[in-house]
């Protein structure tokens, strides 16, 4: 009954490691005052035991030099956690260039996952071992969180807003994946796997199963579906704003000040399209919320992302990007 | 620690007389004012955080969507609004005419009469606040499955009156709270309870009344006023 | 001449008191059946995880077993526990005053505490609550089908109920002190119960509206966290641990204040470093209200804020980390008896301090990315409001029973349940640290198989913890009936409530007193160092 029984978990992504030497300074630390502290309070009660009845303490009021010592010594030590905390939090948290983009939608209860190439998945995420992959997590409904304790990463996956998470696989195998933010009845089971491949393995899986449309050609698809290219024509005589080369741009608002067509700024621009004004152009266009969801909005922002020069858009799992991942500060969605 | 024996010194006041409106457990009519002033500094130090939540939330919306809410608050009666501020400045007025009325240890029926004029105005604010709501009710301006907007902004509008219903209805509630005490302090000023040596209830009351006043100076500007310079 | 106890009879003179320390007991008798629910409830969760599949019950009822558990817990006994209880009945005794500043505003906060506990309890058994103690947008607003509006509304009265306490504390410290009692001469537990009021007033208010919002939400439609409005499920989440974060020190505060007390009592010895323990709750109970951003490290806020929300929490450790040096340092040379009281010090000094320290991992950014929302932070969190809050609670309730009740409870037995409630706390949660760290999910009513060893090893520690907390429950009751009779001062300690009659008369003090020197002054004082 009790014959696998872990105490430690899996390792097997390029932070892992990082959190792990992180925990095990905090624990060393945690080890040693907790000790100390319990030595003390036992070495002092039962030397200083009281031996008759009407036995006192000594009246000592403190020193100045001790309060100062236990302040400033304490102080250091979380110094110490708080920059190499901090060092680590920026590693998981930022995008490598040449990410593997892979789009997640969490609704209750379940996690709906599609490739670039147009492999959709529920509940389990295939990724290949040593190629950074990022994932772009969105809500259909309440707060959830995408969680690999494995790779020692999550997120939380926030409904109206685009959360995302990046790792590296480093061992193949297949890990737990877990919502870790409370959803409702079924939270528990908003349960799945992540399975790491070795590189020929995962493209093995990739061109076996039943790939579906990109979400890419989905997006496209919709596009014109939707009649979205009524209004936003390739030229420049469109009702609306073209989108050829805007994805990840800076854009002039009607309001006056500028914004960035980045994922979130599509977003929103579809489902609640007054609340950013392009500069010189009228508020026609009626909301698609409800219209759309959000597994069709993420398709529409891949496609939009396509029509920008050669680097935006979502680098398929089937071309050879770099595998290693790069020292880049800058986020993928700002490379122009 | 040190109760070496000697008696405190006598609780009675200069007079050597007991107030009859000292509680047992104070030694004197200063200590009870203090602690009775200080104590609803401390509940309106409460309040304000209390609707401080309000305007945090108004805050991070307004910053978010600037056009939205400018559009909306177009639809908020500002004469309506601006009336409103008036009869609670003069309310505020009254109310501090009747504190010092007590203090000075005026007649009964002219601290009744102060608190009496607060009150019709507390209560003219309530009436023309109703006006506004029924119009909202009217016009479909209620959030909710009824709300309907024609201007660009439907989402943010809807927001904006979220955020209107919620502030100037805890305000409302908090005048109608208001009314309930100074109807208590009336009746007690009418049965001759205060004078120039005992006014802490009234004095504390008023206290209340000029933070919910102040409250409503805040929250005209920032509903009725958007965008109208 | 009568105590309190003795003076009047029947339902009425206790229902409609305004004797401070009659409160205290009806205070009492209310947080212990809840916190005896809120133990049932516990117990059903640790039941039902002693298997990896859900056997017990469905998914539903497990979700409400948590939330009620939570919703019990932290708003109807950890809050009140001490300042309500302790707090009540021996603030003004310390001080040297006849009651609190506003008698009938304490009576009233009771009774709108058994409001909210009413509305609560109306929302637990007409179909309960399955929104998680933290009623997170947009599951409480828009998903949840349970009482969440009844619920909501429970928390938000008594929220009014814990704003009326500290108010209360606040102005009676300020202004009811007896002469000579300045405020270098409080005892530390009043100390303690001022930074806590602090925290009452200013952060009750701000999880009222937002509950009060979420109820709106949700039955009025205003949809101020609403995301289909552009409204930000995040700000609900800021707001709520604006408020819910300074709680937790709601909760240990007074229960550092208790140790304080007994910590001196038991090694009959001045604390060591009096103005640093002093300022350290201030200083606690201000830098608490700026780390609430630690909750929300991987809901998706900028990475500058979690920084900031980083440093912060690393800071408001330090004060904590000061007072724990200080009592140990109040033991060295001192003359320690092993009482009950000081057992269960003890016990929170050991607890506390695990517990604090594994904050610092929660408080880690890039650690806390793992561990947030596991079981390592459920691990960490009782070992603060139960490790450190409920012994605190305990060590405070066994040192001043004689007082409060004037009886004597059995000493041997109180021991023991100390011994038991450490050992079953300690194999109770424990095991949760590791639990974390492989990545168990908190509020997962079903668990992969390879959890299920330590999830068993935790159900059997909660047994044990069980057992330990109803031995005082049955001792204590049996004190009243058959204790001996406490007399003035039973463990030789200093301190004002120690120099009245056990149990207090009605007005505390026959002769109001004047103080001179600072309580817990065992020896002629002799200046080593500074800081005293």
Same mark, same amino acid.
């Given at each position: ?178 919502? /870790? ?9 908003? +349960?799945?796997?992540?399975? $790491?491949?070795?590189? =020929?393995? &995962? %493209? ?54 500028? /914004? ?9 621009? +579809?489902?609640?399209?007054? $609340?950013?004004?392009? =500069?010189? &152009? %009228? ?54 | ?229 | ?532």
């Amino acid at each position: 009954m009790f014959t696998n029984f872990p105490l430690f978990p899996h390792q097997a992504s390029a932070q892992a490691a990082q959190v792990d030497n992180l925990y095990f300074f905090l624990l060393s630390v945690t080890a040693f005052f907790s000790l100390l502290i319990a030595t003390l309070v036992v070495v002092f009660a039962i030397k200083y035991r009281r031996r008759h009845r009407d036995e006192v303490g000594v009246a000592i009021h403190g020193s100045l030099a001790l309060e100062m010592l236990w302040t400033i010594i304490p102080f250091f030590i979380v110094m110490v956690m708080f920059v190499w905390g901090a060092k680590v939090f920026f590693d998981i948290y930022r995008p490598v260039a040449g990410s593997m983009e892979i789009y997640v939608v969490g609704k209750q209860w379940m996690w709906k996952v599609q490739h670039m190439d147009g492999q959709k998945e529920i509940n389990e995420l295939h990724v290949p071992v040593g190629r950074p992959v990022k994932l772009v997590m969105a809500s259909e409904d309440v707060i959830h969180d995408f969680f690999i304790p494995a790779f020692r990463v999550k997120a939380d996956v926030v409904p109206g807003r685009y959360n995302h998470l990046s790792f590296t696989a480093t061992k193949a195998g297949t890990y737990h994946l877990f919502c /870790a933010q409370y959803c409702g009845t079924r939270h528990s089971g908003m +349960i799945g796997s992540v399975i $790491a491949m070795e590189p =020929a393995d &995962f %493209q093995a899986w990739l061109s076996g199963g039943r790939a579906t449309d990109s979400p890419l050609a989905s997006g496209e698809k919709l596009f014109q579906d939707l009649a979205c290219s009524t209004c936003h024509r390739s030229d420049t005589q469109g009702r609306g704003p073209m989108l050829a080369n805007l994805f990840g741009k800076s854009v002039e608002l009607q309001s006056g000040g500028t /914004a960035v067509a980045d994922e979130a700024y599509l977003r929103e621009s +579809i489902v609640n399209p007054q $609340a950013k004004i392009v =500069a010189g &152009f %009228q508020p026609l266009m009626p909301t698609f919320q409800g219209l759309v969801s959000e597994e069709q909005i993420l398709q529409l922002i891949a496609y939009v992302r396509s029509l920008s020069a050669q680097g935006a858009a979502p680098a398929p799992a089937g071309t050879s990007a770099p595998t290693l991942p790069q020292q880049s500060d800058r986020p993928v969605k700002e490379k122009k | 620690m040190a109760a070496d024996g000697h008696a405190r010194v006598a609780a009675e006041g200069a007079h050597g007389v007991r107030h009859p409106r000292l509680q047992h457990h104070f030694d004197d009519m200063e200590q009870q004012a203090e602690a009775s002033t200080l104590g609803m500094w401390v509940f309106l130090v409460t309040e304000i955080m209390f609707f401080g939540g309000l305007f945090m939330a108004y805050l991070v919306y307004r910053t978010q969507m600037p056009d939205a809410f400018r559009e909306a608050s177009h639809h908020l009666d500002i004469t309506l609004g601006a009336t409103n501020t008036v009869i609670l400045i003069v309310s505020s007025l009254t109310m501090a005419l009747a504190v010092r009325s007590a203090q000075t240890g005026q007649p009964a029926k002219t601290q009744v009469g102060w608190l009496v004029a607060t009150m019709v105005f507390g209560a003219a604010f309530l009436g023309i606040k109703a006006i506004e709501y029924t119009e909202k009710f009217r016009d479909h301006i209620v959030p909710g499955p009824f709300f309907e907007w024609h201007g660009t902004y439907p989402r943010g509008a809807e927001m904006f009156y979220s955020l209107y219903f919620a502030m100037t209805g805890l305000h409302a509630l908090h005048m109608v709270v208001g009314l309930g005490i100074m109807t208590v302090m009336a009746s007690l000023a009418w049965r001759g309870r205060f004078d120039d040596t005992y006014y802490t209830p009234i004095e504390v009351s008023g206290l209340y009344w000029h933070f919910v006043d102040i409250v409503w100076i805040f929250l005209f500007p920032l509903l009725y006023l958007i965008g109208r310079h | 001449m009568p105590n309190y106890l003795t003076n009047g009879h029947g339902l009425a003179s206790w229902l409609l008191t305004k004797d401070h320390k009659r409160i205290a007991l009806l205070y009492l008798a209310s947080i212990t059946a809840f916190f005896f629910l809120g133990g049932m409830f516990a117990f059903l969760i640790r039941l039902e995880l002693l298997t990896p599949a859900g056997d017990v019950m469905t998914s539903e009822s497990y979700n409400k077993m948590f939330t009620m558990h939570g919703v019990v817990m932290v708003f109807f006994f950890l809050i009140p526990s001490i300042p309500a209880v302790l707090g009540n009945f021996f603030i003004p005794i310390m001080i040297g005053a006849k009651d609190l500043a506003f008698p009938r505003i304490n009576l009233l906060s009771w009774y709108v505490y058994v409001l909210g506990g009413l509305f609560t309890l109306v929302a637990a058994l007409g179909g309960g609550v399955d929104t998680g103690w933290t009623f997170y947008t947009p599951y409480s607003t828009a998903a949840s089908n349970t009482h969440v509006i009844t619920a909501g509304l429970g928390v938000f009265i008594t929220g009014f109920s814990s704003i009326l306490t500290g108010l209360n504390f606040i102005v009676t410290i300020h202004r009811m002190r007896a002469p000579g009692m300045t405020w270098f001469r409080l005892p530390l537990f009043v100390w303690s119960h001022y930074a806590t009021s602090l925290i009452m007033i200013l952060g009750t208010p701000v999880i009222a509206i937002t509950v009060l919002l979420v109820a709106v939400e949700r039955g009025l439609h205003l949809g101020i966290f609403d995301p289909a409005l552009g409204g930000d499920p995040i700000l609900f989440q800021h707001l709520f641990w604006f408020y819910s974060h300074p709680a937790v020190y709601i909760m240990i505060l007074p229960a550092m204040g208790v140790i304080s007390e007994v910590v001196q009592a038991f090694s009959r010895k001045n604390v060591f470093g009096y103005s640093f323990v002093a300022f350290s709750s201030l200083a606690i109970a201000i830098i608490g209200f700026l780390v609430w951003g630690h909750h929300i490290f991987v809901a998706g806020q900028s990475v500058y804020a979690g920084l900031i929300f980083s440093i912060l929490s690393f800071l408001v450790a330090i004060p904590s980390a000061v007072k724990v040096f200080n009592w140990t340092a109040t033991i060295y040379k001192g003359s320690v008896s092993f009482d009950a009281p000081m057992l269960y010090a003890f016990g929170f000094l050991g607890l506390f301090t695990i517990g604090g320290l594994t904050g610092l991992f929660l408080a880690t950014v890039g650690l806390d990315v793992h561990v947030h929302d596991t079981y390592f932070i459920i691990a960490h969190f009782h070992y603060i409001m139960v490790g450190g809050a409920i012994m605190g609670y305990l060590a405070g309730l066994h040192y001043w029973w004689p007082k409060i009740s004037g009886k004597m409870y059995p000493e041997g037995w109180a021991r023991f349940a100390a011994l038991i409630v450490f050992v079953g706390f300690n194999l109770t949660f424990f095991p949760q640290f590791v639990l974390g760290y492989l990545g168990m999910p908190r509020r997962y009513h079903v668990y992969p198989p390879e959890f299920q060893v330590l999830n068993v090893l935790s159900t059997a520690g909660a047994t044990v913890l069980a057992v330990g907390y109803l031995l005082p429950m049955v001792y204590f009751t049996w004190s009243i009936f058959a204790g001996e009779k406490a007399p003035m001062n039973p463990w030789g300690v200093k301190g004002l409530e120690w120099e009245i009659p056990s149990p207090p008369p009605t007005e505390n003090f026959v002769v109001s007193p004047i103080v001179t020197h600072r309580t817990h002054q065992y020896a002629p004082s002799k200046e080593v160092g500074i800081g005293g």
